[in-house]
T-cell receptor, first 111, second 112 residues
């Protein structure tokens, strides 16, 4: 069982729609959860982090955490073509003192 | 300022060369990391330094040698690399070993 799992996609959404990206993790002791955006050939860019159950909003982005079900999601409202990228979920804390990355979901926002 | 600076941006080296990658941050972060990323794969952790001490070595071959001269600098010394070591090498820093990590722009390494 992979430690952090994401659907590789591509996830295709039309411009202006809501993109929903999901991530599950196996270590119940995990404490910190991050979403990174990575454009092709570039380095990952931190866009959201969440530590507590519930929702956290920042502009067009909302991160949702459910520790009981061991999943974290990222919603992108009013998706724009510039949002087309790979989104990496990362999980920290738990039994290993390091961040563990999922394989990423490729998002395509179509015109 | 959430900036991590890596040099060089691109590096081509032969299998007998010795080279070093450099990383610098001035955010007062106490944890610094080296990751390796191959195309269409997630970043793969290599080393973690916490308070300037090596805390995690993910069974990386000895041809990769990390060094943390002070709290702001992190180096990765390279020697006798193989073509399969060609990848994007990413440095990151975070306030602590489990906090939000900020990445530098990476060094694109090609081993010939």
């Amino acid at each position: 069982q992979k430690e952090v799992e994401q659907n590789s996609g591509p996830l295709s959404v039309p411009e202006g729609a809501i993109a929903s990206l999901n991530c599950t993790y196996s270590d119940r002791g995990s404490q910190s959860f991050f979403w990174y955006r990575q454009y092709s050939g570039k380095s990952p860019e931190l866009i959201m982090f969440i530590y507590s159950n519930g929702d956290k909003e920042d502009g067009r982005f909302t991160a949702q955490l459910n520790k009981a079900s061991q999943y974290v999601s990222l919603l992108i409202r009013d998706s724009q073509p510039s949002d087309s990228a790979t989104y990496l979920c990362a999980v920290g804390g738990g039994t290993a003192s390091k961040l563990t990355f999922g394989t990423g979901t490729r998002l395509q926002v179509t015109l | 300022d959430t900036e991590v600076t890596q040099t060089p941006k691109h590096l081509v080296m032969g299998m007998t060369n010795k080279k070093s990658l450099k990383c610098e941050q001035h955010m007062g972060h106490r944890a610094m990391y080296w990751y390796k990323q191959k195309a269409k794969k997630p970043p793969e952790l290599m080393f973690v330094y916490s308070y300037e001490k090596l805390s995690i070595n993910e069974s990386v071959p000895s041809r990769f040698s990390p060094e943390c001269p002070n709290s702001s600098l992190l180096n990765l010394h390279l020697h006798a690399l193989q073509p399969e070591d060609s990848a994007l090498y990413l440095c990151a820093s975070s306030p602590s070993a489990e906090g939000e990590a900020f990445f530098g722009q990476g060094t694109r390494l090609t081993v010939v």
